[in-house]
């Protein structure tokens, strides 16, 4: 009598043998969901940007505001044409805009600099960070009058005073940034033998980006309001000059047109601060 054989386990189907697609998943799934929510992100920005328009247009027609509070978008367009084809706009534009990245580059390397520097010992910290906290909450507009008198109205009283505005939230954030790393972390560096340099450079360092980020972009900010600031309050030349003069004769569309060229500059200044800050595998 031959022995009963048992019925041998059901074979899985392969994938699409019930007629449906197989699903995706892996780094593909994640790349495409990625895809579809910058894509939403995108259209929202655009719907917010139409919303924006139309009520500027509702405004300033059936919404009966006067021009003096608010032109209308025809005269904005014409003036932002009529100042773009001009020499003296751009070289304006180019000052400020030397100001600014100079400010910028100073506060930022300082900042970094200092809190890293006082995160490295707990003595340190204990000393410097209630002063640049003081330094980041103080209305720092006070002190630009000592550097109008200290280095006149050029162009060096615009870069020390910015730098100065967004040197504090760099310097807090990269303090605090490099004190919150993780102890254990640096413990695990030095077994596998790691120097003092390497620590700082691959376990400190990266640990304290997104913190040391956050207040670059702070003070990217506040190096553009201080310079544009300083230009309207005392200067012959820049952005912020010609916007308190047009501000002063009461030439409305042109101060719009200049605020329109200024956030653009702010817009691309904050995206290629954001790029250098993203690691690039999340790019």
Same mark, same amino acid.
């Given at each position: 009598m031959s022995? %009963?054989?048992a019925d041998a386990a059901p074979r899985p189907a392969p994938p699409g043998a019930d007629g449906r697609a197989p699903r995706r998943t892996g780094p593909r799934l994640g790349r495409s969901r990625a895809r579809r929510q910058l894509l939403a992100v995108w259209l929202l920005r655009a719907l917010l940007l %139409? %919303?924006?328009v139309g009520a500027w247009w509702y405004a300033t027609g059936p919404g009966g505001v006067s021009p003096l509070l608010l032109p209308k978008l025809g005269p904005v367009g014409d003036r932002l044409g009529a100042l773009l084809g001009t020499g003296q706009l751009w070289s304006d534009l180019g000052l400020t805009v030397v100001e600014i990245l100079l400010a910028f580059l100073v506060s930022a390397a300082a900042g970094v600099l200092v809190g890293f520097w006082a995160g490295r010992t707990e003595l340190r910290a204990r000393i410097v960070e209630p002063l640049v906290a003081w330094g980041y909450m103080a209305p720092l507009v006070l002190f630009y009058p000592l550097f109008i008198a200290w280095f006149d109205i050029g162009m060096t009283s615009k870069v020390l005073y910015g730098a100065l505005s967004g040197f504090f939230p760099i310097a807090f954030n990269a303090l605090r940034g490099f004190r919150a790393v993780d102890p254990r972390h &640096?413990? *695990?560096a030095r077994a596998f033998g790691a120097s003092a340099v390497q620590t700082d450079w691959l376990v400190k360092s990266r640990a304290a980006l997104p913190m040391v980020m956050a207040g670059v972009r702070v003070g990217a900010a506040l190096?553009?309001?201080? *310079?544009i600031l300083a230009e309207m309050l005392a200067s012959s030349? $820049? &952005? $912020?000059?010609?916007l308190a003069q047009a501000s002063q004769t009461l030439q409305i569309p042109d101060v719009f047109a200049l605020i329109l060229i200024l &956030? *653009?500059?702010v817009a691309l200044m904050q995206l290629a601060i954001q790029k250098a800050g993203t690691p690039r595998h999340q790019q």
């Open positions: 022995p %009963v054989k %139409v %919303v924006v &640096l413990r *695990v190096d553009i309001i201080a *310079v030349r $820049g &952005l $912020g000059y010609e &956030l *653009v500059f």
